[in-house]
């Protein structure tokens, strides 16, 4: 009986964990899929800039470059501007895909997309799927 009960037990407690288990794996499936998707909005709308602005985003962010020094190599250019023009086309972007695809319109604060995407920005290395 003693063994019964503690098969029963340990029964109980596996069907515990691996529903735990999955419940953690479709989490963290999301998690990553709608990340990836992101990801992909905002490479795309990256890829559509011209290819001076994607240089000058790609030595701003992934090669962490100050604004001066990108001055010094483009002084043809505004790089301020560029990169504030690029950080609200690509905030553009991402509310507008939130609307197609979701049906989501947010009323959000400009500072806080512009500071999520250049989180995103500086964190991925996106100058190789550029």
């Known amino acids: 009986e003693e063994l019964i009960a503690i098969d029963n037990e340990l029964q109980i407690i596996f069907k515990e964990k691996i529903a735990r288990w999955q419940t953690e794996y479709i989490k963290f499936w999301l998690r990553n899929y709608y990340e990836n998707t992101l ?22 962010y992934c090669q962490k470059m100050s604004e001066s020094a990108i001055i010094n190599l483009y002084p043809e250019y505004s790089v301020s501007r560029i990169i504030a023009e690029t950080n609200e086309r690509l905030k553009d972007i991402l509310l507008r895909w939130l609307k197609i695809n979701f049906g989501i319109i947010l009323q959000v604060d400009n500072c806080q997309v512009i500071e999520i995407i250049e989180n995103w920005l500086l964190r991925e290395l996106i100058y190789l799927e550029i």
């Open 39 to 60: 990801r992909e909005v905002l490479v795309n709308g990256l890829k559509q800039l011209e290819s001076v602005h994607q240089e000058i985003i790609q030595r701003r």
